[in-house]
Nanobody, 129 residues
Framework: QVQLVESGGGLVQAGGSLRLSCAASGRTFSTYAMGWFRQAPGKEREFVCG????????YYADSVKGRFIVSRDNTKNTTDLQLNSLQPEDTAVYYC???WGLGRFMTYVGRSRSDYGYWGQGTQVTVSL
C-alpha cells in the first residue's frame, strides 16, 4: 500500500508557473507508476500525465504537452509536476495517483482513472487572468 500527499498548489497569474509535489509513504515507491489528474468544477476528473516506475517513460495529455513536466525521485519517494505557461483553463484540483508499476504498467503509462488504485487528497491550482 502507498499513501500520497500533494502539495504546492496555489494562485498564479496566467503565464506563470507552479511546481506540485506528491510525497509517498512506504518503502516500495519505486515499484509504483505514478499519474497526475485534475478536476475542474463541474467537470470529470481527467488525465494530465504519468510516469513509469523508473521514469523512463512519460505521457502527457495533449492539453498540457509542452507546458507541463512530470518527474520522480525514487530516493525521496516523490513525484513532481512542473506547470508552466499556466492558463485559466488549467484551474482545477490536481491529484496524484499510483498503481503497481512492474506489471502491465512497466513500460506503458496508464491514462484512465481506473488504472490507478491509490489517490492523494488533491491540491488546488487557480490561474487568474
Amino acid at each position: 500500500q502507498v499513501q500520497l500527499v500533494e502539495s504546492g498548489g496555489g494562485l498564479v497569474q496566467a503565464g506563470g508557473s507552479l511546481r506540485l509535489s506528491c510525497a509517498a509513504s512506504g518503502r516500495t515507491f519505486s515499484t509504483y507508476a505514478m499519474g497526475w489528474f485534475r478536476q475542474a468544477p463541474g467537470k470529470e476528473r481527467e488525465f494530465v500525465c504519468g510516469i513509469t516506475w523508473n521514469g523512463a517513460t512519460t505521457y502527457y495529455a495533449d492539453s498540457v504537452k509542452g507546458r507541463f513536466i512530470v518527474s520522480r525521485d525514487n530516493t525521496k519517494n516523490t513525484t513532481d509536476l512542473q506547470l508552466n505557461s499556466l492558463q485559466p483553463e488549467d484551474t482545477a484540483v490536481y491529484y496524484c495517483a499510483a498503481t503497481w508499476g512492474l506489471g502491465r504498467f512497466m513500460t506503458y503509462v496508464g491514462r484512465s482513472r481506473s488504472d490507478y488504485g491509490y489517490w492523494g487528497q488533491g491540491t488546488q491550482v487557480t490561474v487568474s487572468l
